[in-house]
């Protein structure tokens, strides 16, 4: 079975900073885990960074200079540097991962951005 976790989420100030973390458990390491999204409640679903297995990125404009995407291919996780939250950064994080023909993902972790 394939099965992503996110961890790192909770409450944090405006300007505040948060990393959270994607792990495939089990024994599926074959999965390649490849990128955050998030959504905010009422809205769909959005990219905001990806990354692949040689290191090259691709990151949502709303949050380049803020956030920043890193992985351990050694571990096969996958890792999300927030800094500078702001107020809409609020939503449900996700991580992505690929295995053959197959789209996965985590049930989320939770950011709530609020003083």
């Known amino acids: 079975q394939v099965q992503l976790v996110e961890s790192g989420g909770g409450l944090v100030q405006p300007g505040g900073s948060l990393r959270l973390s994607c792990a495939a458990s089990?024994?599926?390491?074959?999965?390649?885990?490849m990128g955050w999204y998030r959504q905010a409640p009422g809205k769909e679903r959005e990219l905001v960074a990806n990354?692949?297995?040689?290191?090259?990125?691709n990151v949502a404009d709303s949050v380049k200079d803020r956030f920043t995407i890193s992985r351990d291919n050694a571990k096969n996780t996958l890792s999300l540097q927030m800094n500078s939250l702001k107020s809409e950064d609020t939503a449900v994080y996700s991580c992505?991962?690929?295995?053959?023909?197959?789209?996965?993902w985590g049930k989320g972790t939770l950011v709530t951005v609020s003083s």
């Open positions: 992505k991962g690929l295995l053959g023909t197959g789209v996965y």
């Open positions: 089990g024994t599926i390491f074959s999965v390649n885990i």
């Open positions: 990354i692949t297995t040689s290191g090259r990125t």
